[in-house]
């Protein structure tokens, strides 16, 4: 299998097929602004995620759950007007496709136009079948989530390993199956084994994108805040933090409060 790395001047979905048969890993991460998905996109990131976990690292709450579908649209816009190479993939947030298949068309519709966002995101599987179905069959890109669904948390009751049982693997095998044959363009794998997350990507012939999933998948997705260290609290083994910025922006900022208090800020030079 050839790892020749093809440049791609604007990533899409049939992008992210060729290079899982290319042998080339897919690199994603999540932005939720302007300034941070044009810093993103520059790097050369093939998607970025503007996920529900703005719920989480913009707004402070808990869970992914609080975040609205006006609230997604706004960060999904934001995130658009920076991306020039980047496929711009957006969460349906909890309640907004779940139950009513026409509910979830009409929120992947409003996404769709309202934010100008490439694809949509939705976790599950068959039970949420007919839902990905309408919004398939309307035209819009669907990539799925299995393995541990943060917005299903209070049904899990905790964000340990999933699937690490026979009938829950099971459960995974065939839904990944049922995902990619409904015609999702992808799927995140979150928090499973190594070895099941490598046996799906193997079963199906699109990419699988992981989050503590292991080495064995197409792809690899992380939080653009837990990535750069400006959230300090979450500590999973699956990060790996590139950077420290909670400790090196605080210093920053310190550093003005001092040279403002001791009136060395602003300088002559720094004068009109």
């Known amino acids: 299998m050839s790892t020749a790395k093809k440049e791609y001047k604007r990533v899409t979905v049939k992008s992210l097929v060729d290079m899982k048969k290319n042998g080339e890993k897919i690199s994603m991460l999540t932005a939720y602004d302007y300034s941070m998905a044009k810093i993103v996109d520059a790097a050369n990131v093939d998607v970025i995620l503007v996920g529900d976990s703005a719920s989480n690292v913009m707004a402070g709450h808990e869970t992914t759950l609080p975040i609205t579908l006006d609230q997604m649209i706004y960060h999904a816009s934001s995130v658009i007007r920076a991306v020039n190479r980047a496929l711009v993939v957006v969460d349906i947030p909890f309640g907004s496709y779940q139950s009513d298949p026409k509910e979830a068309l009409r929120s992947a ?36 989530h299995l393995g541990l669904t943060p917005q ?3 049904k899990f009751g905790t964000y340990t390993v999933r699937a690490k049982e026979v009938d829950e693997a099971d459960k995974l095998i065939e839904d990944a199956k049922l995902l990619e044959k409904m015609g999702c363009f992808a799927i995140v794998l979150e928090k499973i084994p190594a070895k099941l997350a490598k046996e799906v990507a193997e079963s199906v012939s699109i990419p ?65």
Do not use: C, W
Not at 117 to 129: D, P, R, S, Y
């Open 208 to 272: 699988i994108i992981g989050i503590g999933a292991g080495n064995g998948v197409d792809g690899q997705v992380l939080v653009i805040h837990d990535l750069l260290g400006i959230t300090q609290e979450f500590n999973p083994r699956f990060l790996r933090r590139y950077l420290n910025l909670f400790e090196e922006m605080g210093n920053a900022i310190s550093k003005y409060v001092d040279d403002v208090k001791t009136k060395d800020f602003p300088s002559d030079e720094e004068q009109y």
């Open 109 to 144: 519709i409003r996404i769709m136009k309202e934010s100008g966002a490439h694809a949509v995101k939705v976790e599950g599987g068959q039970e949420i079948k007919e839902s990905v179905k309408r919004i398939l069959n309307a035209g819009i890109p669907v990539m799925g």
């Open 152 to 154: 299903s948390i209070y």
